[in-house]
């Protein structure tokens, strides 16, 4: 009986330990030492501004209960499952909220910025996500575009699948929603397809090849504040732009191995002021083009520091010009914002 007794007390104490410490624990921050971090540096007028780096829950002043600590303490976890392990695909929701997927945990993360909340899925009911690559929502659904299998699964914050669309998607690698469409860039069919938000086919297209409106393994596809398509077109080494019934525009970049020019880019995006920024994984950097593809200025280059990058991959951009950027090998998403004029 004793014994039974003394193990409780344990228990209670273990408890009381772990709560202290949740109520204690502050995110870790890195702003105090970098908040002058600018791009261009000085003399120039400063454009861009580092803000933080998100790594795991704790970053967006998320604290796991009591109980959760607990349960870790006794199996001896640490959560490590929570902490991005390799980004990829980022994007905000309406309310500027983040979508994370990370391939490296085959799992895919919503951060709740203003409830400090972070929610983390391995898959839908008996099926789990195998390469998430891109991840998007909008009124309350999830699109998750899976590469592995072929398909873009669609589920509510429960968890519960709302609808797959599988064909005619082959390698689906990047999603954006503009307006009341979901667009998927598919990296094998060499094209995008657009679906309404119930997964229906409108249209589709490009296939493959170096013209115009052509594609060899397009990633990455965004939208911009007047809905036009920014299509990642990776081994062409280029950015194609079309308006929202896919009609060509115009090109950002080409291969080359100086600035304006492209290794592999990988995420795009674009900011209020129509700043078109592209990530590139060779040259571990950002390069931000106006629309008529002129080279503005570059951010960064590899390495672990406050803008500095190890594969750097998806990038999304609020309205209020905070840019997000999935750093893969270092296993985070760096969060810079544009101060600069237009």
Known sequence: MQTKFQSCGLLILAMATLVVSCVSHQPETTLA?????????PPDAPRIRYVRSIAGPADIGHAPSAWKRLGNFITGERGER??????FGVALDESGNLCVTDTGNHTVCYCNFAGKHWQLWQ???KTNFVSPVAMVRRNGIFYIADSEPGKVFAFGADGREVFTISAPLQRPA???ISGDSLAVADSQAHAIFIFDLRGRL???FGRRGTGPGEFNFPTHVAADNQGRLLVTDSLNSRIQVFDAAGKFLSQIGSAGDTPGHFGRPKGVAADSFGHIYVADAVF????VFDLSGHLLMTLGQGGTEPGEFGLPAGIAIGTDNQIYVADSYNHRVQVFKYIGEP
């Open 202 to 204: 409108r249209f589709q």
């Open 284 to 287: 571990d950097n950002l390069q």
């Open 174 to 176: 990047g999603l954006t």
């Open 82 to 87: 929570e902490r991005l392990q390799k980004p």
């Open 33 to 41: 030492s970098v908040s002058g971090r600018v791009w261009p540096p």
């Open 123 to 125: 898959g839908l009911g």
